[in-house]
């Protein structure tokens, strides 16, 4: 059981290359900061500046060349790839810019998904997919396909989704940065209903509007945070 005051992410001191050719590009140089159960947190900083490769490494989508990374006490590196993806499937959920849905799936059973994943039997997936449908607003469309919903309502496809698992922390990848700004703001205020419910929050935006409904705006700059600017 997480206690409260102790963080559910925690990153210590990470650093990142990418092998370009024969060069070592740096994309974290020292990364360093602590989550929160019940923080509403956004990354912020210019494209390139290593927002995409943090939520990846929290998110053990991609290793840490030095330093670590705790998620709900948990050390990343000490984790094996199946305890990571399981790490993935319960305790996390993501959301990218493009929505990720499969094109061939309903609303319903892209919610569904992660569940059949986890091995939810098929009464409660499709019970929770709709609840969750409900809950982003979108009951009515659980039996549309991803081309027949405007971007706004693919990316709430994509929230109820990301909570299918019922993770305790989501981890949101620029989730605004396809969608009008009235529509970003919607899903923003969505995020922040989700956020008042208890969950830990951490997305990545380049829009300042966007950032404005966090608790907490973290600034990266070229692989590094730079809070005090
Ligand atoms: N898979 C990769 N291979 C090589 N370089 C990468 C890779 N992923 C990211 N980078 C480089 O790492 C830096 C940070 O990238 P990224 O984390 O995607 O930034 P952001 O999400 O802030 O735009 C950039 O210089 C980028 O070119
Ligand atoms: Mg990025």
């Not at 996390?92 to 569904?112: D, H, K, P, R, W």
């Not at 496809?157 to 009235?182: C, F, K, Q």
């Not at 209903?193 to 600034?219: C, W």
């Amino acid at each position: 059981m997480q206690n409260k005051s102790e963080p559910i992410i925690i990153v210590d001191n990470v650093h990142k290359s990418y092998l370009m050719g024969k060069e070592a590009v740096p994309a974290l140089r020292g990364v360093s900061l602590e989550i929160y159960p019940g923080d509403f947190v956004c990354l912020m900083g210019p494209s390139g500046s290593g927002k995409t490769t943090l939520l990846n490494i929290i998110g053990g989508l991609d290793e840490a060349g030095r330093g670590h990374v705790i998620v709900d006490e948990d050390n990343l590196v000490a984790l094996s790839e199946d305890e990571l993806a399981s790490l993935r499937l319960h305790k996390m959920g993501f959301i990218f810019q493009s929505y990720n849905l499969l094109a061939s799936f309903t609303a319903q059973e892209n919610v569904e998904s992660p569940m059949v994943l986890a091995k939810v039997g098929r009464g409660e997936r499709q019970d929770r997919a709709k609840k969750l449908l409900d809950k982003v607003g979108l009951g009515d469309r659980s039996h549309h396909y991803p081309s027949e919903l405007s971007g706004g309502q693919q990316q709430r496809v994509a929230i109820a989704r990301a909570l299918a698992n019922d993770p305790s922390i989501l981890i949101a990848d620029e989730m605004t940065g396809d969608l009008d700004s009235e529509t970003g703001f919607a899903i923003m205020e969505l995020a922040t209903q989700l956020n008042q419910d208890g969950m830990t929050i951490v997305y990545v935006t380049h829009d300042p509007r966007m950032a404005e409904f966090s608790e907490k705006v973290i600034q990266i700059r070229d692989g590094k945070i730079v809070n005090n600017l």
